[in-house]
């Protein structure tokens, strides 16, 4: 094969571990992000996405008022962030594409990684799948039903997963394998 | 592969950060109804009809079609009342809390949230005066902070003060029309 990491020449090789450590950098400060505005349960990823939307209100006839006393500490009460369907738009069209650069890079990497071809193409269709599990999640969870937070989960640890096992075997070929030379 | 960075590149740009809170929700309602030591919360549920007549004047629709005005009383006095508004921008959304005195006008303006990126511009514009252009606004009135503080602050506070003037527009047309007009 022509493209093969083990053998490639030393700026290749240090190029594609400073990409893995960039990504690697991003993906831990994406987890912690998730962790601060949405969490890692089911129940806080369907709080952020699914929102009062799914209550499908029904808009009175004429305009009416309820008013009630609160107190003080009524207003101090944590907040939970919420992504609304304008929102998300947003969000997908800004994020998927990124997420796409990011599996096509980590795909190049794959194809320099001397694998089986099925498990090649396993790796990079893991890839690919994870952020239209993670987005796919989110819409399903606004649109159709809370239960499908667990897809957003899933889809973010599939990202994960398939980031470390891309980088766990890149790095062992590219700097321990024997059959570097 | 320059598609490819380019896309890249506008990506993330484009990307929307993590809100803040610039000023916490019991700190803005002290300083917006001051001396207030009962509250009340009042929610307006819009029809249909009256959700468009809003979305009309200033292409605004409340979450879930429901406007809440916070009501502060101090014994039997009414102190005021207070809105938090949302504008979504295309770096993220801000929030605004409006405090009305008694008589109807502005009493002042907070920013509450902000998104990370966005948080050094509204916070020159601040610094700049924006929040004191709208004191004494009534309904019928157009905020004009960002026209107020441009050339005294660079181009993205002044680009902010523009999506703050939004949610003071907003507030004034919710309060003007639902306040006092519907009855509970």
Same mark, same amino acid.
């Given at each position: 094969?022509?493209?093969?990491?083990r053998?490639?020449?030393?700026?290749?090789?240090?190029?594609?571990?400073?990409?893995?450590?960039?990504?690697?950098?991003s993906? /831990?400060f994406?987890?912690?992000?998730?962790?601060?505005y949405?969490g890692?349960?089911?129940?806080?990823?369907?709080?952020?996405?699914?929102?009062?939307?799914?209550?499908?209100?029904?808009?009175?006839?004429?305009?009416?008022?309820?008013?009630?006393?609160?107190?003080?500490t009524?207003?101090?009460?944590?907040?939970?962030?919420?992504?609304?369907?304008?929102?998300?738009?947003?969000?997908?069209?800004?994020h998927?594409?990124m997420?796409?650069?990011?599996?096509?890079?980590?795909? /190049?990497?794959?194809?320099?990684?001397?694998?089986?071809?099925?498990?090649a193409?396993?790796?990079?269709?893991?890839?690919?799948?994870?952020?239209?599990l993670?987005?796919?999640?989110?819409?399903?969870?606004?649109?159709?039903s809370?239960?499908?937070?667990?897809?957003?989960?899933?889809?973010?640890w599939?990202?994960?997963?398939?980031?470390?096992?891309v980088?766990?075997l890149?790095?062992?070929q590219?700097?321990?394998?024997?059959?570097?030379? | 592969?320059?598609?490819?960075l380019? !896309?890249?590149m506008?990506?993330?740009?484009?990307?929307?950060?993590? &809100?803040?809170?610039?000023?916490?929700?019991?700190?803005?309602?002290?300083?917006?109804?001051?001396? !207030?030591? &009962?509250?009340?919360?009042?929610e307006?549920? #819009?029809?249909?009809?009256?959700?468009?007549?809003?979305?009309?004047?200033?292409?605004?629709?409340?979450e879930?079609?429901?406007?809440t005005f916070?009501?502060?009383?101090?014994?039997s006095?009414?102190?005021?009342?207070?809105?938090?508004?949302?504008?979504?921008?295309?770096?993220?959304?801000?929030?605004?809390?409006?405090g009305?005195?008694?008589?109807?006008t502005?009493?002042?303006?907070?920013?509450?949230? !902000?998104?990370?990126?966005?948080?050094?511009?509204?916070?020159e514009?601040?610094?700049?005066?924006?929040?004191?252009?709208?004191?004494?606004?009534?309904?019928?009135?157009?905020?004009?902070?960002?026209?107020?503080? !441009?050339?005294?602050?660079?181009?993205? &506070?002044e680009?902010?003060?523009?999506?703050?003037d939004?949610?003071?527009?907003?507030? #004034?047309?919710?309060?003007?029309?639902?306040?006092?007009?519907?009855?509970?």
């Open positions: 094969m022509l493209y093969d990491l053998r490639a020449a030393l700026p290749i090789r240090w190029l594609v571990t400073c990409l893995l450590a960039t990504l690697g950098l993906y /831990l994406g987890a912690l992000m998730v962790s601060l949405a890692f349960t089911p129940k806080r990823v369907a709080a952020t996405y699914a929102g009062p939307e799914m209550s499908m209100r029904m808009p009175p006839e004429t305009t009416m008022v309820v008013e009630h006393p609160i107190t003080g009524d207003f101090a009460q944590p907040e939970v962030h919420t992504v609304d369907t304008n929102l998300l738009i947003q969000d997908t069209h800004v998927v594409p997420y796409g650069l990011i599996a096509a890079a980590l795909s /190049l990497v794959v194809v320099g990684l001397s694998l089986r071809q099925g498990w193409l396993g790796l990079i269709t893991l890839l690919f799948a994870a952020p239209w993670d987005f796919g999640g989110m819409w399903l969870t606004k649109i159709a809370e239960r499908f937070a667990i897809v957003t989960l899933i889809g973010g599939a990202m994960a997963a398939a980031y470390l096992v980088t766990v890149a790095v062992q590219m700097w321990f394998s024997r059959e570097r030379s | 592969m320059n598609l490819l380019r !896309a890249a506008i990506a993330a740009v484009l990307h929307i950060t993590p &809100a803040v809170v610039l000023v916490k929700r019991p700190d803005a309602v002290q300083a917006l109804l001051p001396g !207030a030591d &009962a509250y009340f919360a009042r307006v549920h #819009l029809s249909d009809a009256d959700a468009h007549k809003l979305h009309v004047a200033v292409d605004w629709s409340p879930d079609g429901v406007l916070y009501r502060g009383k101090a014994g006095a009414v102190v005021g009342a207070l809105e938090f508004v949302r504008v979504d921008t295309p770096h993220g959304p801000i929030e605004v809390a409006v009305f005195a008694p008589e109807g502005v009493r002042g303006v907070i920013v509450t949230k !902000a998104t990370v990126e966005m948080k050094p511009w509204v916070l514009a601040v610094a700049a005066g924006l929040t004191n252009r709208y004191r004494g606004l009534k309904t019928g009135d157009s905020p004009g902070g960002a026209a107020a503080i !441009a050339g005294h602050v660079g181009d993205l &506070a680009y902010i003060a523009g999506e703050v939004k949610g003071v527009a907003r507030a #004034l047309a919710a309060y003007g029309a639902f306040y006092n007009h519907v009855r509970a």
